[in-house]
């Protein structure tokens, strides 16, 4: 049981999958030696256009890998054409393609179950929404970090969003009333990753991530806590077309 893991960045989607019982190979156009498995340095359409046609493409393991190795495909791509910080960045929309449609349609080429993440505001197709209160264990109920999973097979979310089991001006680096300058600020209430003023020990924990990672990488990735419940579901999924075949 393998995923393809495009657009893997450092490493976040990937180590859900992994704890969800899956191996994982990623593929990025820049160097990521922050990622913690196989890896395939290419642009991520290119690559899969080749494993289509049947090309194979070797990793950093050694191994040159086929399309049917993979039982599945998760692709995150870049989410900066559809983030909130285009209201303040007025290029990001010119420096950054939207990249959402080519990559759901060579998905489909595939025939694999698939999975597209992205941020809340990118046009995904009838997508979950994930939230760290949805999940219990250390790190990830204290971040918030919305992020839309977009499948061709069912997936339902674990729960509602429940904000309110975070106690306010809980960490440094919130939103508070203090780094507002007055009493009716909002207060965020939960850990801000990519912040600068909290430690990135304490943003990791958040994460779940254990492996050396940037800042910046953080910021970037998905909570692991994420894919390994997406990865969970779609093993349960491929399971219940093996026994009704």
Known sequence: MRVLDLFCGAGGAGAGYVRAGWEVVGVDIAPQPNYPFPFIRGDALEVLARLISGEGVTASDGRTYYLRDFAAIHASP?????????????DIKERYEDLLAPTRELLQATGLPCVIENVERAPLLDPVKLCGSMFDGAGTHDIQRHRLFETNWPLEAPAACNHRIWAPDRYPGGRSVARGGHSKALVRKTIEIGSWDIPLATQKWAMGVYWDITTRELSEAIPPAYTKYVGRALRQHLSALKEAA
């Open 78 to 90: 870049p989410c900066q054409h559809f983030t909130k910080y285009g209201n303040t960045v007025k």
